[in-house]
């Protein structure tokens, strides 16, 4: 990517909305949470998204987001797991 382009993404606000949330996985103790939620990034269709959050939604921690299809193939690989 060209440096222009870079800078460019840079400056560009990213928005979100919760669209629902699913569930809590962890709390750390600063009080943020561990959540996966369906988030729409951008004006685009929800994803599932996985990440630390604030109390309110206001700040969040680096995540992944995942499609359907994505989501479907890390819950078998889980279920797959001998995780005791």
Do not use: C, Y
């Not at 569930?23 to 943020?32: L, M, R, Y």
Request: no cysteine; charged share 35%.
């Amino acid at each position: 990517m060209a440096g222009r382009e870079k800078d460019k993404d840079k400056d560009r606000e990213v928005t979100f909305q919760v669209e629902e949330h699913i569930g809590v996985i962890s709390v750390s103790q600063t009080g943020w949470k561990k959540e996966l939620n369906m988030v729409a990034w951008n004006g685009n269709a929800a994803k599932f998204d996985l990440r630390e959050w604030d109390e309110d939604h206001s700040h969040m921690s680096r995540g992944i987001t995942m499609n359907k299809e994505e989501a479907k193939s890390l819950s078998e690989l889980l279920t797959g797991l001998q995780l005791q």
